[in-house]
């Protein structure tokens, strides 16, 4: 699948660019020239500089420091928040189609309440009850999310299952984890592959506004959205400020999605007609 | 490899000879590249007169009637030859020179009906939304003619047929629709590309007879496209036959299918006799 | 006296929910020997195709027996039901290729599936039989590598032959077999089919509208009404001296080259005769 969206020009640009962030999340703490938590009052708002790349904030932490730490922190919990999604919507979606019609009645039943609630307002609320942490925030958002996962999984099963070629599989005497196995897997990875690419996009997009809004933060750990709220509450001494915590979002959910769409258009099998004598009629070449 | 030049004159009538209504002279139809895919085709057809085109996938037998509709596909193009339809040459016409005549002078029926019907309007609507566009009838006059034809189509309950979906009506039902749309404005030409191919032995009878009636009724000059010989025989007056896209036998159905001269011709003869019906049946017909 | 190999009784098949339930088949009594080519005739709505998955126990009857080789198969628990078609002794061939092979999986390996599923034969052993298999409906070995999007239609029935045989079945059904295919590819198969009639103690039952289609393939023909088995004799005497109105309407509706075995006035009074 990784080698046929490279064919794409946007792809290679958003593998070349999630690369970076990656790296970035990685190692970033390691490259840090200061301590993000260190606190420098003579330094306080401060333009970017020669010492500090990007300025300092309100208490003077090196802000270039405070971004690489933050991007660890920003990327694990959005790709978190999509795994949680990805197990608990997949195997459901899975055990839907398969497990006969009240498993089905009431995984689809959980997923419509799922998809009712409203993202921010769940992850602010578990987080009163789970307690006042990212991944606790994550971890309820990833449940919101599994509901996209289980659809798509549930209609790409769907379609196999009610397919010939199962069907021609089971005359033979296959069973059903064969069938899964052998047929069903293969169809359903790409779809649940471009999902996931672009639920992390948007996972990425809600660790930011939790974090923006300071839901999920334990002072003074930095994360994205905080230094973008930090940035723009500062705006007036370092107009600079937000710029660069704003452009690292919105790079990487680019790359995501870009990432998702190039997928998409490698996997995805044009929709076949139902078929009829072709070669009588078209000889159309 | 022969290829007579049909036309009316050869007809088996004893009326004297009338002016052809379509008339296709070295016809020759290639892709965008160059490579021909039909390659001189010749035929004239009178006034009531059926004509057969037989030939397997590749022909060019489909090829020859969407040119004649005025409806080839993107990429492919009439390179040579005429197609003239009572005096006016087909090939010449541009997109709004075709509006009088398709639906209306010359009509077409296909494979599959349910494709060539909306799956969300009555089938009734769908003939007199043709009525009053080609017609220029008023609502109601279109939704009494559109029963009137169903009637004559051998849609027993007209009415009922009127109010239905698509999805709710056979194959042979829906065929018969789709031929009421096409005799609707009483064209002079009707094209049936593998019109029966689709339908149930008993249903294509009854849609042969059908074509049989309006050919006498309207003097419908009828192009009949089938890899079913038999089907042509029928039906046909006249009966060309292709390959490779180009024709290699033609001539009166009854003398082509029984005597063939060309190789080819003879293979598929032979093929069908080897295979269908006609080896059982026999002379015993005339006992059922 | 041997037992034949497929035998139907009085088997009845219901679809539909309550309070809207529809008949299907009324009662349906059918016989096949072993090696017996039977033609099975019916048009749309006539319950062809829920005969054919009621044999394959896709469909429970309602009432009646399928047996095979004088076992019950028609209320078997699914365990049994799976081990009973591991045997392979009923095989399958559907009507449409393109649908019934998956388009993902080398056409090879579409016709080993039934062999990995019954187990017990390692690799060397399955692929040497595939291509046995390949050989005996008259395409290359090497064939087993491509997708099915990559063969012609003519080529694609023919695999899905293949698969049906690979299991050395003792009964095969074969869906509209030729109805998808043109001209060229209707006589190989037909005459791929003939030839395999023949070699093999193979019993054959052929599902189709088209009479013409299969008459030639055939020593018994049995003709299905609205789920009802009209006609059932050999093969000419049910052509030329039928005993049912419909059978005579099926026989006569039948274009020849000679222009039609019948009139179309005798067509109406055979059809007003129908029940």
């Known amino acids: 699948m990784l080698t046929a969206i490279l064919r794409y020009h946007s792809a290679r640009a958003a593998v070349i660019v999630l690369g970076l962030i990656v790296a970035l999340a990685l190692f970033g703490p390691v490259l840090a020239p200061f301590d993000p938590l260190e606190q420098d009052t003579s330094a306080i708002l401060q333009g970017p500089s020669g010492t500090h790349w990007l300025g300092t904030d309100n208490v003077g932490r090196d802000v270039f420091s405070r971004l690489l730490a933050g991007s660890t922190v920003s990327v694990l919990s959005a790709l978190q928040c999509v795994v949680v999604g990805f197990l608990l919507g997949v195997i459901p979606g899975f055990l839907s189609v398969y497990l006969g019609r009240s498993v089905e009645w009431f995984t689809l039943r959980l997923m419509d309440a799922l998809i009712t609630l409203p993202f921010l307002v769940f992850a602010v609320a578990m987080t009163a009850l789970l307690g006042n942490g990212l991944a606790q925030a994550m971890f309820a958002v990833g449940i919101l999310i599994a509901p996209a996962f289980y659809r798509v999984t549930r209609a790409a099963a769907l ?55 300071g839901i999920g933060v334990v002072p003074p750990d930095p994360t994205w959205g905080g230094l973008l709220a930090s940035g723009l509450q500062y705006l007036y001494q370092v107009p600079f400020g937000p710029v660069v915590p704003a452009l690292l979002i919105v790079a990487t959910v680019w790359a995501l999605n870009a990432i998702a769409d190039a997928l998409r258009d490698a996997t995805g099998r044009p929709a076949r007609r139902a078929p009829r004598k072709q070669e009588v009629t078209s000889d159309v070449h | 490899m022969s290829t007579d030049t049909l036309d009316a004159t050869s007809a088996p009538d004893t009326t004297r000879p009338r002016r052809p209504v379509l008339t296709v002279s070295d016809l020759r139809i290639a892709l965008d590249d160059g490579t021909e895919l039909v390659r001189g085709v010749d035929f004239s057809l009178a006034p009531g007169e059926a004509l057969g085109i037989v030939g397997e996938s590749g022909s060019g037998k ?17 390179t040579a030859g005429s197609i003239d339809f009572d005096g006016i040459e087909l090939t010449d016409l541009g997109r709004k020179q075709w509006r009088p005549l398709r639906g209306t002078r010359i009509a077409a029926v296909f494979q599959d009906p349910a494709s060539y019907l909306n799956p969300s309007i009555r089938v009734g609507e769908q003939l007199a939304e043709a009525l009053r566009s080609t017609l220029g009838l008023s609502r109601a006059d279109a939704k009494r003619r559109g029963l009137e034809l169903f009637r004559k189509m051998g849609l027993i309950d007209a009415d009922t047929v009127y109010r239905q979906y698509p999805h709710e009506l056979s194959g042979g039902m829906l065929q018969r629709v789709l031929i009421a749309i096409a005799v609707s404005a009483e064209p002079e030409l009707l094209i049936a590309d593998e019109a029966t191919t689709a339908l149930d032995v008993t249903v294509q009878a009854e849609v042969l007879d059908l074509l049989e009636d309006l050919r006498e009724e309207l003097g419908l000059a009828l192009v009949l496209v089938s890899h079913d010989l038999a089907v042509v025989a029928q039906v046909c007056d006249s009966v060309i036959v292709m390959r490779d896209g180009a024709v290699v036998e033609s001539g009166r159905a009854d003398d082509l299918l029984t005597a063939p001269r060309h190789e080819y011709t003879r293979q598929l003869v032979d093929n069908h006799r080897e295979y269908g019906l006609e080896s059982f049946i026999g002379k015993e017909a005339a006992r059922v | 006296m041997s037992e034949p190999l497929l035998r139907m009784t009085d088997v009845r098949v219901e679809r539909g929910l309550r309070g809207a339930r529809k008949q299907i088949l009324h009662g349906v009594d059918l016989t096949i020997d072993a090696g017996e080519k039977v033609g099975l005739i019916g048009e749309s709505g006539s319950g062809k195709t829920t005969l054919a998955r009621t044999i394959l126990g896709l469909i429970t009857p309602t009432a009646g027996s399928v047996e095979i080789r004088g076992q019950r198969v028609d209320d078997l628990p699914a365990a049994q039901r799976r081990a009973h078609r591991r045997t392979g002794t009923v095989q399958y061939v559907f009507q449409d290729p393109l649908l019934s092979l998956d388009p993902d999986i080398p056409v090879g390996e579409s016709i080993a599936e039934g062999l990995i599923v019954r187990g017990g034969l390692d690799r060397d052993v399955v692929r040497s039989r595939v291509a046995a298999v390949l050989s005996s409906v008259g395409l ?19 695999i899905a032959i293949a698969r049906a045989l690979v299991l050395d079945p003792a009964l095969l059904l074969l869906d509209e077999p030729v109805s998808a295919l043109d001209s060229v590819n209707r006589i190989q198969i037909l005459k791929l089919l003939t030839e395999l009639g023949h070699s093999r103690q193979l019993a054959q039952l052929f599902i ?8 030639a393939l055939v020593d018994r023909i049995v003709v299905l009404y609205r789920g009802n088995i009209v006609e059932d004799g050999p093969t000419h005497q049910v052509i030329s001296d039928p005993q049912h109105p419909y059978t005579a309407l099926l026989v006569g509706s039948a274009p020849t080259l000679s222009g039609g075995a019948v009139t179309r006035e005798r067509r109406r ?4 005769r129908l029940p």
Not at chain 3, 269 to 272: A, T
């Open chain 1, 159 to 213: 379609t196999v299952a009610n397919s010939q070629y199962v069907e021609a599989a089971e005359l033979m005497g296959a069973d059903t984890s064969w069938i899964i196995r052998r047929h069903a897997v293969r169809k359903v990875l790409p779809a649940v592959g471009v999902t996931f690419a672009a639920m992390t996009g948007a996972s990425l997009v809600i660790v930011s506004s939790l974090t923006f809004l």
């Open chain 2, 62 to 78: 489909s090829l020859t009637c969407r040119a004649i509709l005025g409806i080839l596909p993107g990429g492919i193009d009439v």
């Open chain 3, 140 to 158: 290359d070995a090497g064939i087993a590598a491509r997708i099915p999007a990559e063969l012609s239609g003519g080529q694609r029935q023919r």
């Open chain 3, 208 to 215: 189709s509208h088209d009479l013409g289609a299969v008459a």
């Open chain 3, 269 to 272: 009074e055979l059809r007003l």
